[in-house]
């Protein structure tokens, strides 16, 4: 059985790409769900490993690290919750940020980044 299909399946959706973000296979399902996925032909190892993404994301569950909750996994792939935001790599994506926003988002990724320390 396909993605779409075990996707379809599971959490009775169908699957969307995602804009935004550099890190493999991304999709929503019905705006409630956000589906990672192995590249087709591609083992889950390295960059490509999301089973790993989704093991951690379960550890800080109920941690001060704010985090969303992984809904299922599977061989190949993984749903978490759905988390209302926007995906911006400033090194390779064009965007308008003003200054002041991107201080503030960089301060909060340092703010969280302490949380997952001391988790």
């Known amino acids: 059985m396909n993605l779409a299909d075990q996707v379809r ?6 699957l969307e790409v ?10 929503t399902v019905k705006d409630e769900y956000v589906v990672k996925a192995v590249p087709p ?5 390295g960059r490509n490993d999301v089973l790993r ?3 951690v994301l379960r550890v800080l569950e109920g941690s001060a690290v704010p985090v969303p909750r ?9 749903a978490m919750e ?5 995906a911006i790599e400033p090194v390779l994506d064009e965007h308008t940020l003003s200054p002041d926003l ?5 301060l909060e990724a340092a703010r969280l980044l302490r949380l997952l320390h001391d988790a």
Do not use: N
């Not at 935004?20 to 999709?27: A, F, K, M, N, Q």
């Open 9 to 14: 399946e599971r959490l009775g959706g169908e």
């Open 18 to 27: 995602l804009p935004g973000g550099h890190s493999g296979l991304t999709y």
């Open 41 to 45: 032909g591609q083992k889950p190892v």
């Open 53 to 55: 993404q989704a093991r």
């Open 70 to 78: 992984v809904i299922t996994t599977d061989e190949t792939w993984f």
């Open 82 to 86: 759905f988390a209302d935001g926007e």
């Open 102 to 106: 991107a201080r503030t988002r960089m």
